[in-house]
């Protein structure tokens, strides 16, 4: 029965920013970035550790934090996060999109009492999810409160130096 | 056997049958909902070939009263059978949605709970891969008797084998519980469901309008509820990171954990590991970089990532050999223990004590979260389970105390009268019943209260508190904690505390079972 495994031939690298970058498999030096090819070897060794060599020039990479088929990478001291995608992947994403329905709003509240030390978003500011909006001073320590979402900041309510209870609205994203 | 005779030829058309069954038709109607066939997502987690298919043909069973159709398929529904992940030996079933909506009637259950006893007579993890409407209303409470079976097994296999549940699609009603009984759940983002009730009916009832997602989806079960450890974006990740979970865990719980072999290229001594806790104690830092520089590279697995954020939970290793890890998150909410993340870490332990896996913790924990709110919803008795847990484990327990460890969360989070077996402390520790704050304003109330200038002079009292009570030199004076250690050795003195500790036995007076707080 069906039981090779999907023949998956390329994969793609997805950024945070949706640039989209293809790998043929088995994985080879030449990577292609829009219509130009590129010789890129990953390689490591004690002295550098990881390093990327292009044109005889090592340049240091880091894999910070890795989950699944999401990456937060270091290179040329700069972070970047991308997802591995499949061929299957891509295409789901596509249904799925078209299936999702309307846009929703996402109301961030408080999430213990405590006091709001400053806002980091104004109206009309363009969030990623995991940026922080706000810190909430509670347990004696600083929190940063992350946005769960990719949006856009439509109204703000916490306020610098004021007191906020439990599930208190602080900001609401547009998605 | 002759291969031209009648027999043979009963064999081939067989054969015919079944694979006209899962037609090309049937992938695409599933590929459609952005999900994949119960045989891609088989082959996906086998070893190539490697998964043999058992009950291939019986038949759903003769309806007692003719009521709805029930189509005549082969396997009712649901694959099941056994193959090599990673090269060891697994158990499977998958349901097939494309079949009667992979509804279970009393002849899939049945194959179900025959591949459950075969893995646990031999001693194999068994994953459940499910997307199903639930059970076949046509047969009625044959179909429930069989969920009952169903259930009634992963209790008894629970903490003997690891017990996953994949959710693929939808899991409604009873059919909920068969995964929340198992030991972790994976779900997939947007197309896989688990609810009690449906959106329909809570509609109908209580006159609520919500969508699938928003009632039960992946991100509400991984979030908010609990009921869902991992969560991916495709199927294929999420088959994919349970193959990669699978290679931390033992097969059963008389086996130890399976060992990767270590290259050696980790450094014992790290020196970043100084700098990664900020001076000042009201500044939060991640402690999952402390956790990924001082275990093996890149072999942090989270578990439950959403939920109970808090504290952090997960597999790891440590020169190849599996840990788990439990370590409270100062970024998030400062790093308290509220209910969510008391309930997480009590079932992590707990998990980890059945399969032999040892224990490190990480502490930096300014309390169990204060107010109303916590109180009435039972932070008592939730906090209670990660006592019981911890002192109930008897796998090798090492703490580290990073920074904070005050009050009664100093006892929970493996205080060595708890019954840890190692204590170490960084420098920076502060241990103490309180905070330096909380502490003046009782023991000075009298003084503050006539004091000129009280802000000036809680200032130094604060001082004088951290200098002389909230520091790790008077636990370590009085034996409490066994060393205070530099940060950057951390990584040599939990491999040598674990080394220790490798043949720990503790010799447990028969019972029944305690009597945990739930």
């Given at each position: 029965m069906a039981q090779d495994n999907l023949n998956i031939r390329k994969l793609y690298a997805l950024s945070s920013e949706n640039k989209r970058f293809c790998f043929s498999l088995p994985l080879k030096h030449n990577i292609r970035i829009g219509k130009r090819e590129y010789e890129v070897q990953l390689k490591s060794d004690e002295k550098y550790g990881t390093y990327i060599l292009w044109k005889n020039r090592k340049y240091p990479v880091e894999i910070i934090r890795s989950r699944q088929n999401k990456y937060e990478i270091l290179f040329n001291d700069i972070s970047y996060t991308f997802t591995v995608e499949t061929p299957f992947s891509i295409q789901r994403m596509k249904v799925l999109s078209t299936t999702k329905g309307k846009a929703e709003k996402e109301l961030i509240v408080a999430p213990m009492p405590g006091k709001i030390i400053?806002?980091?978003?104004?109206?009309g500011s363009v969030v990623t999810r995991g940026e922080p909006v706000a810190i909430l001073e509670a347990m004696k320590m600083q929190n940063e409160i992350l946005s769960p979402v990719n949006g856009t900041v439509v109204k703000v309510s916490a306020k610098a130096n004021t007191n906020v209870m439990k599930n208190d609205l602080l900001v609401e994203i547009k998605l | 056997m002759d291969l031209s005779g009648k027999y043979y030829k009963a064999f081939t058309e067989r054969q015919e049958a079944i694979k006209k069954q899962y037609s090309p038709a049937q992938a695409e109607k599933q590929h459609s909902k952005g999900k994949l066939t119960a045989w891609e997502r088989l082959s996906l987690l086998f070893?190539?070939?490697?998964f043999e298919e058992i009950d291939a043909f019986v038949t759903p069973a003769d309806q007692p009263v003719e009521f709805g159709k029930v189509e005549r398929s082969f396997g009712d529904g649901v694959i099941v059978g056994h193959g090599k992940v990673n090269g060891r030996l697994i158990f499977a079933y998958a349901q097939d949605f494309t079949i009667m909506g992979g509804s279970l009637g009393i002849v899939h259950a049945k194959k179900i709970s025959k591949i459950q006893e075969m893995a646990l007579k031999m001693g194999s993890p068994i994953i459940a891969l499910i997307d199903s409407g639930g059970a076949r209303i046509q047969e009625g409470v044959a179909s429930l008797s069989g969920y009952a079976g169903i259930f009634h097994n992963i209790i008894h296999s629970s903490g003997i084998i690891p017990q996953i549940s994949v959710i693929l699609g939808p899991a409604a009603g009873g059919a909920v519980y068969a995964p929340a009984l198992t030991d972790f759940v994976f779900m997939v983002n947007h197309t896989s469901y688990m609810f009690v009730t449906g959106p329909n009916v809570v509609k109908e009832v209580l006159n609520e309008d919500v969508t699938s997602d928003g009632l039960g989806g992946a991100e509400v079960h991984a979030?908010?509820?609990?009921?869902?450890?991992m969560i991916y974006d495709d199927e294929e990740n999420t088959i994919l990171a349970l193959k990669k979970f699978l290679s931390?865990?033992?097969?059963?719980?008389?086996e130890n954990p399976p060992v990767v072999i270590d290259d050696?290229?980790?450094?014992?001594?790290?020196?970043?590991l100084r700098d990664l806790?900020?001076?000042?104690?009201?500044k939060a830092y991640d402690v999952k970089d402390i956790i990924n520089q001082i275990v093996?590279?890149?072999s942090f697995f989270e578990t439950a990532?959403?939920?109970?954020?808090?504290l952090v939970t997960g597999f790891a290793r440590l020169r190849g050999k599996t840990i788990g890890v439990v370590a409270n998150q100062p970024k998030v909410l400062a790093g308290v223990l509220d209910i969510d993340s008391s309930t997480k870490g009590a079932r992590f332990i707990r998990f980890c004590d059945a399969f032999n896996i040892p224990i490190l913790t990480l502490e930096d924990v300014p309390g169990f979260l204060p107010g109303v709110d916590q109180e009435h919803a039972g932070i008592i008795r939730h906090g209670a389970k990660m006592l019981f847990a911890y002192a109930e484990a008897t796998v090798p327990k090492i703490t580290v105390i990073l920074r904070k460890a005050y009050g009664g969360a100093f006892i929970v989070m493996n205080s060595k009268n708890l019954g840890g077996d190692f204590s170490f402390a960084w420098p920076s520790a502060e241990i103490a019943v309180m905070g330096p704050d909380g502490a003046v304003a009782i023991l000075y109330r009298k003084e503050l209260a006539a004091s000129e200038n009280p802000a000036e002079l809680k200032k130094e009292l604060v001082k004088k508190y951290r200098d002389k009570?909230?520091?790790p030199f008077i636990a370590d004076q009085l034996g409490y904690i066994d060393e205070v250690i530099d940060p950057a050795t951390t990584r040599k003195k939990v491999i040598s505390a674990f080394d220790a500790l490798a043949n720990k036995w503790v010799k447990v007076p028969a019972r029944k079972h305690g009597n945990m707080p739930l």
């Open positions: 400053d806002v980091l978003v104004r109206e | 070893d190539n070939g490697s979030r908010k509820s609990g009921v869902a450890q931390y865990l033992p097969s059963n719980n008389v050696g290229s980790v450094s014992d001594v790290n020196e970043k806790v900020p001076d000042d104690p009201n093996d590279r890149n990532e959403l939920f109970g954020a808090s009570i909230a520091n």
